[in-house]
């Protein structure tokens, strides 16, 4: 991986300027010689393009009219949309970026759709890796827990992690990565989609100290109620795009021969909290 920048400056770029690519973007900013550039399809909107720009101007990221004057002369393009667009990213970064350049793509798709994505940009002769982030960011932030695959994986890990991020590169084989994020996101968002129907029935019917109670008896050293409350929390702020990574979950699932439905109805949980905020009725 070259570098488009001169000395021990580091351009870096966003294409997507959501909860990662704010979070990400300000830290990186902050940071001596790097200079951050973000795009995001809410800037060609009026109503939503003010609230980006108040906080890139805070957090000195400057923005662009689109992804391509976006990546120009970056040396690290992240991709950090939701998954249903991350083809899209790739296919724009066909004509975006140039030998040297890596698109680094943390978005939460299947394994088949990054292994898609990295063989589109080798066919070009250019560098892709997948990023697979393994916990929230909200606290971290760009010391959040990352998986890496692709042959430049290393390289990225090299470049980033000595200013603040915790890469580990698992295998040059794309999907590996972003298979053991999904994997593992079953069982932690299907928890989240249990305990929040089990919660909100029990505070319907006046038992959820019982309940809690009992669930500490069988699963020691965990407050449950504080868990619930946690949980909650997180799927009524990110349901849509914890039910769009849900779906990517059902695919891998189905292209393993196995029933999606698991993922789907996970994924219907997450988003009916956050279309169906109001607390269930009382029986009485």
């Not at 998954?83 to 970026?97: G, K, P």
């Not at 929230?136 to 990352?146: C, D, N, Y």
């Not at 991020?165 to 972003?178: K, Q």
Request: proline residues 4%; contains cysteine.
């Amino acid at each position: 991986m070259t570098n488009g920048t001169t000395g021990s400056s580091l351009r870096l770029a966003f294409i997507g300027y959501g909860e990662v690519g704010q979070l990400f973007g300000r830290q990186f900013a902050r940071q001596p010689g790097v200079s951050v550039t973000a795009y995001d399809l809410k800037l060609d909107r009026p109503e939503t393009a003010a609230s980006l720009q108040g906080v890139a101007a805070a957090d000195g990221v400057r923005l662009a009219g689109s992804a391509a004057e976006a990546a120009r002369e970056a040396e690290i393009v992240f991709s950090a949309v939701t998954a249903s667009s991350t083809r899209d990213v790739a296919e724009q970064a066909l004509a975006c970026l140039a030998p040297g350049q890596v698109l680094f793509d943390l978005n939460s798709a299947s394994p088949s759709t990054k292994a898609s994505c990295g063989a589109l940009l080798a066919g070009r002769g250019l560098a892709y890796v997948e990023g697979a982030v393994m916990a929230p960011v909200a606290e971290p932030g760009i010391g959040v827990s990352i998986l890496a695959g692709g042959v430049a994986a290393g390289a990225i890990a090299g470049r980033l992690n000595p200013m603040g991020m915790a890469i580990r590169v698992v295998s040059d084989t794309i999907g590996r990565a972003s298979a053991t994020k999904l994997c593992r996101s079953i069982m932690i968002k299907g928890i989240e989609a249990l305990i929040i129907d089990s919660a909100r029935a029990s505070a319907a019917w006046g038992v959820s100290d019982d309940v809690f109670a009992s669930l500490a008896a069988t699963f020691p050293g965990q407050d449950w109620a504080h868990l619930a409350r946690l949980m909650d929390g997180r799927v009524a702020r990110h349901g849509i795009r914890r039910a769009a990574e849900m779906r990517e979950a059902a695919q891998m699932l189905a292209e393993l021969g196995l029933s999606p439905a698991l993922g789907e109805a996970i994924a219907d949980a997450h988003e009916r909290r956050v279309r169906n905020p109001v607390e269930p009725k009382s029986p009485d």
